[in-house]
């Protein structure tokens, strides 16, 4: 191969299979992968991620125990008329009731 032909071949991006193969090495496994691509399939998860991601280190371990505290029960969010949100579990019939 000629010199010009290497440094084109040098400077040429990635093929998009070793790019996933890749990326599906840095996430560890499969099912993580399709996971992954599934949240960015809904923007406005992506958002909320986003946001909570920005919250302090001690806010972000609190909710985490605030959540680990129910396990899978549903969650419900309510305004206040001062602004303020409040995140709390809900019983089915609350829910059911609002919905």
């Known amino acids: ?3 010009p032909l290497l440094e084109i071949a040098a400077e040429a991006p990635p093929h998009p299979i070793d ?3 890749d990326i599906l090495h840095e996430v ?3 099912p993580r992968l399709i996971e992954i691509h599934y949240l960015a ?14 919250l302090p280190v ?7 125990e605030y959540l680990a505290r129910r396990g899978q ?3 419900g969010v309510r305004e206040l008329s001062t602004g303020a949100l409040i995140l ?3 019983d089915k019939a609350q ?4 919905a």
Do not use: C, T, W, Y
């Open 73 to 75: 029960e549903r969650l």
């Open 95 to 98: 829910l059911d009731k609002s």
């Open 28 to 30: 560890g496994s499969l």
């Open 88 to 90: 709390e579990f809900a």
């Open 58 to 64: 001690e806010d972000r371990v609190r909710l985490r």
């Open 19 to 21: 790019i996933v193969h």
């Open 1 to 3: 191969m000629s010199q």
């Open 41 to 54: 399939e809904e923007p406005l998860l992506l958002e909320i991620m986003r946001s909570l991601g920005a």
